[in-house]
């Protein structure tokens, strides 16, 4: 396998996406080096975080079965909204953790996106403190460079006059008053030097706060953030993100299936008027710099009994039209709310096992894998019954690592057809009679 035109990848992510890859979890981190594929997929959702980037807001929901690549191209997405410029936040649901709770679901969800908040300069997440000592320190040296020295008594009287016109125009939303007034007491307390100060004012904007007595006590607010008004302090916080100078929020939800799996059915809809009121905020224009991309399967959408399209008023805007599932089958640009991912082609496929070799070859030794034997594997794995349109990624990535490792095991004793038992193959490529040598080699690039 040559590596002439392989990007350098560090050794830690490196490591992260073979280990992933082999557990079939999705690496946080680096999915960019074995992105394979989506094109038209990912350009749409591109296409978002322009208009997103212009204050705009977006939802899309990617639908896909179990392991076709759903959190995949989240963390692609993630991936590509940091490096231009957006503030991005991630979670995936539970049982514990959803979109309307009486018992602290709701909470729990905006506590983990808060958590893995993350910027360019703090891509792994954590990156609410980050960012506001960012703005205030940008503050301070703007107010410098308009010729006022930090020694000068009108110093810190502009430096405040410019944090309030911020704060002014974010506080138009529900909870604004109070979500101004933390950020001016985390600003006094940056100032002083207050440790303690500052901590109490990200306890209360990660959620922290158990009662209203408490935060009252520690910062004089009114009110906390909670299970009704999460979403409130989302929007603000996507707000705030475009004051300081980020292009948006993007908020990612991913095993949206959790909701279709509630028993109750009022706990289920509620969830789903949850997801009702943020699809009309954002297509209504009522919550700028703010894009949400939900993640389920085909039945998390289409159930009609436990669904999406159980709840009437999510089916009638929802549901594919007359054209829908004909721009699907095309490959045409994806303009609709519904991002259905269909299987990878087999040359897409073929492309990905050679990616997945090169990865495999650096973070392990040589491996002797010719360009046939990958073939021959794949068409292996596609032969058996269903395969064809019930493959995976996560499942042929899995197998083919297995086999790989096998097969580094044998110490050479051993090629890759050993591993596995050789059958008559019937599947080919999907462009009629196509000789496989004539895939595209630009696919096996990193």
């Known amino acids: 396998m040559q590596e002439t035109n392989m990007m350098k990848i560090p050794k830690r992510i490196l490591?992260?996406?073979?280990?992933?890859?082999?557990?079939?979890?999705?690496?946080?981190?680096?999915?960019?080096?074995?992105?394979?594929?989506?094109?038209?997929?990912?350009?749409?959702?591109?296409?978002?975080?322009?208009?997103?980037?212009?204050?705009g807001s977006a939802t899309r929901f990617i639908i896909g079965k179990y392991g076709s690549g759903k959190s995949f191209l989240i963390q692609l997405m993630r991936g590509y909204a940091v490096e231009r410029g957006f503030v991005c936040a991630d979670a995936d649901l539970s049982p514990e953790r959803r979109l309307s709770s009486s018992n602290g679901g709701g909470l729990a969800?905006?506590?983990?996106?808060?958590?893995?908040?993350?910027?360019?300069?703090?891509?792994?997440?954590?990156?609410?403190?980050?960012?506001?000592?960012?703005?205030?320190?940008?503050?301070?040296?703007?107010?410098?460079?308009?010729?006022?020295?930090?020694?000068?008594?009108?110093?810190?009287?502009?430096?405040?006059?410019?944090?309030?016109?911020v704060l002014r125009d974010i506080e138009t939303g529900v909870g604004a008053?109070?979500?101004?007034?933390?950020?001016?007491?985390?600003?006094?307390?940056?100032?002083?030097?207050?440790?303690?100060?500052?901590?109490?004012?990200?306890?209360?904007?990660?959620?922290?706060?158990?009662?209203?007595?408490?935060?009252?006590?520690?910062l004089g607010v009114s009110g906390i953030i909670n299970d009704e008004n999460w979403y409130d302090y989302i929007k603000l916080m996507a707000a705030f993100a475009r004051k300081i100078g980020y292009s948006g929020l993007v908020v990612f939800i991913d095993e949206c299936v959790n909701l279709y799996k509630?028993?109750?059915?009022?706990?289920?809809?509620?969830?789903?008027?949850?997801?009702?009121?943020?699809?009309?905020?954002?297509?209504?224009g009522?919550?700028?710099?703010?894009?949400?991309?939900?993640?389920?399967?085909?039945?998390?959408?289409?159930?009609?009994?436990?669904?999406?399209?159980?709840?009437?008023?999510?089916?009638?805007?929802?549901?594919?039209?007359?054209?829908?599932g004909e721009a699907v089958a095309t490959g045409m640009p994806l303009f609709g709310p519904i991002m259905r991912l269909a299987r990878l082609s087999d040359d897409e496929l073929l492309a990905l096992l050679a990616r997945v070799t090169g990865l495999f070859t650096r973070c392990y030794g040589?491996?002797?894998?010719?360009?046939?034997?990958?073939?021959?594997?794949?068409?292996?794995?596609?032969?058996?019954?269903?395969?064809?349109?019930?493959?995976?990624?996560?499942?042929?990535?899995?197998?083919?690592?297995?086999?790989?490792?096998?097969?580094?095991?044998?110490e050479g004793k051993k090629r890759?057809?050993?591993i596995y038992k050789k059958e008559e193959h019937k599947i080919i490529f999907e462009e009629q009679k196509k000789n496989p040598d004539d895939f595209d080699p630009d696919l096996i690039e990193i």
């Open 15 to 55: 490591n992260s996406l073979v280990s992933s890859m082999a557990a079939g979890v999705v690496p946080r981190a680096g999915a960019r080096y074995i992105a394979i594929g989506r094109t038209a997929e990912v350009t749409s959702l591109c296409r978002d975080l322009d208009v997103v980037a212009d204050g």
């Open 109 to 165: 969800t905006y506590k983990e996106l808060i958590k893995n908040l993350s910027t360019k300069a703090s891509p792994d997440g954590g990156a609410l403190s980050q960012m506001i000592s960012r703005w205030l320190s940008d503050i301070q040296y703007a107010v410098t460079d308009a010729g006022i020295l930090p020694d000068s008594p009108q110093f810190e009287k502009e430096v405040s006059t410019r944090i309030y016109a």
């Open 177 to 218: 008053f109070d979500f101004a007034h933390v950020i001016d007491r985390y600003y006094k307390a940056w100032k002083e030097n207050n440790e303690s100060g500052q901590s109490d004012c990200l306890r209360w904007l990660r959620g922290e706060f158990g009662t209203k007595t408490e935060a009252r006590s520690a």
């Open 262 to 284: 509630i028993p109750n059915r009022i706990s289920r809809e509620n969830n789903y008027e949850k997801i009702l009121s943020i699809f009309n905020d954002t297509l209504q």
């Open 286 to 324: 009522k919550a700028a710099g703010l894009e949400i991309i939900f993640a389920g399967t085909p039945q998390f959408l289409e159930d009609t009994r436990r669904g999406l399209f159980s709840y009437e008023a999510l089916r009638s805007r929802l549901q594919d039209n007359m054209f829908g």
């Open 366 to 410: 040589a491996v002797d894998v010719k360009a046939e034997e990958m073939r021959d594997f794949l068409y292996h794995m596609l032969s058996r019954a269903g395969a064809e349109t019930l493959i995976t990624p996560r499942e042929l990535i899995r197998a083919y690592i297995t086999a790989l490792g096998l097969l580094m095991q044998s």
């Open 416 to 418: 890759l057809p050993d």
